[in-house]
């Protein structure tokens, strides 16, 4: 079965710190995998995205230079390191690639 499974979400304070997982299984990243958020009430929006060299990322500005987008391939495993959170990130985190979505995953940043 073809699927991306996204983990590593919780509750976490204003100023802390969370590392997500986006695993791939039946199925390679073998081109760019992007990570989305969406919070209540609001559209889904791009937060990052990798190549498939890990040698270009981009970022959303408003989570530039608070997370960082990386990969081990071997693993077909991207993650999304996240600091200095703010209440703002609040969301269900999803990673995609080539049109396929995981399930999502929580992240909460309490004030």
């Known amino acids: 079965q073809v699927q991306l499974v996204e983990s590593g979400g919780g509750l976490v304070q204003t100023g802390g710190s969370l590392r997500l997982s986006c695993a791939a299984s039946g199925r390679t990243f073998s081109s760019v995998v992007m990570w989305f958020r969406q919070a209540p009430g609001k559209e889904r929006e791009s937060v990052a995205g990798i190549s498939w060299s890990g040698g270009i990322t981009q970022y959303a500005d408003s989570v530039k230079g608070r997370f960082t987008i990386s990969r081990d391939n071997p693993k077909n495993t991207v993650y999304l390191q996240m600091n200095s959170l703010k209440p703002e990130d609040t969301a269900v985190y999803y990673c995609?690639?080539?049109?396929?979505w995981g399930q999502g995953t929580q992240v909460t940043v309490s004030s």
């Open positions: 995609a690639h080539e049109g396929l």
